[in-house]
């Protein structure tokens, strides 16, 4: 009975709303807010019959950061605030002026970090994070001044040669149970 | 023109989409509650930090949350910052079970990959996560991530 009347078209009305449900969909499950953070790789642990590690550095290639239970920072012996850390940090591997107190090369240049049980974790990632940046700020100039680009806009080997020239050494030292808080 | 017009009758509103727009936030709700995982029973406060990076790949992190016990667990717990993994407070020597744990529900190949996300509050002391560090060193978890928000100045 209804044949007679031949077969009526396809409501393609709805295809938009089932299109934009799809999209909200994917849109939602993608996760906006990705964790972000600072990326560091622990040294494996020590062999229990290792012997000692008997590698001998200079005292002036390494820049010994101390944090105390207090928050306050001993940068090879003497006091500095967290403010002046990077640009210390940069002098010391850089040694632009041949300091015999500072680094003989960047590629020599180690940091020591060192922390007590009751430094507070905020300046913990505030210092990791002013090392990290003095590095970062240093690659960023050897890439503008060898390359003429910035250091993300650089290919892989380029960047490989500016790491290797600046070699990120953050050494934390084996925790010691010192006067907590 | 105008005429044409007032001689058809106004067509009723159509309400045949509404079940989708029902639906839609429906899925929305749905979507949007999953996202919470785990049920934070630590109040954390992640630091600041200019030097970020994002972690690539979501399904291969674990995370592990410190910091002190949220308001409804005070009583029980105390103030001190706690370790949290999955759902439930833990002491730092379980870190390695969970690791484990959290190893063998990814395939082999992925392990390599995997990283650990350290979701600390500022306020919490460094004893608590050299712990965790040590632990995560035990067991060969050396990719690690301290969990910080974006900071927009810039010490000079």
């Known amino acids: 009975m209804r044949r007679g009347r031949g077969t009526p078209e396809v409501n393609a009305g709805s295809m938009a709303d089932i299109a934009f449900l799809l999209l909200i969909f994917f849109l939602v499950t993608t996760t906006i807010d990705t964790d972000k953070g600072i990326a560091i790789r622990l040294p494996p642990m020590p062999e229990e019959n290792q012997p000692e590690n008997d590698i001998r550095i200079k005292e002036r290639n390494v820049l010994k950061v101390l944090v105390n239970a207090n928050d306050q920072l001993l940068v090879n012996g003497e006091l500095l605030s967290v403010k002046d850390l990077k640009r210390r940090t940069k002098e010391f591997i850089d040694n632009p002026r041949k300091d015999p107190n500072l680094s003989e090369s960047p590629t020599k240049a180690i940091i020591s970090l060192k922390n007590d049980r009751g430094t507070s974790y905020n300046i913990y990632i505030t210092v990791h994070n002013e090392l990290k940046a003095a590095y970062n700020e240093l690659r960023e100039a050897k890439a503008m001044g060898d390359f003429g680009k910035s250091f993300d806009k650089l290919n892989e080997s380029q960047q490989n040669e500016i790491k290797d020239y600046y070699r990120q050494v953050i050494s934390e030292a084996e925790p010691e149970n010192v006067a907590g808080a | ?156």
Request: aromatic share 8%; net charge positive; with cysteine.
């Open chain 2, 1 to 156: 023109m105008k005429l044409e017009k007032k001689k058809k009758p106004s067509p009723a509103i159509s309400t045949s989409s509404l079940p989708d727009i029902v639906f839609m936030l429906l899925f929305f709700f749905m979507v949007t509650t999953v996202l919470r995982e785990t049920d934070l029973k630590v109040k954390v406060v992640v630091p600041q930090a200019t030097e970020i990076q994002k972690l690539e790949k979501k399904s291969l992190v674990s995370y592990i949350y410190i910091g002190s016990p949220t308001e409804s667990y005070r009583g029980k717990f105390g103030t001190a910052p706690r370790i949290q993994l999955n759902d439930a407070f833990a002491s730092p020597n379980q870190v390695v079970e969970f690791i484990e744990k959290e190893r063998a529900a990814r395939a082999e190949a992925e392990v390599p990959l995997m990283t650990t996300s350290i979701k600390a509050d500022k306020e919490a002391k460094m004893g608590i996560v050299t712990d965790v560090k040590q632990e995560l060193r035990k067991c060969n978890a050396l990719k690690l991530n301290y969990s910080s928000s974006k900071r927009a100045e810039v010490y000079n």
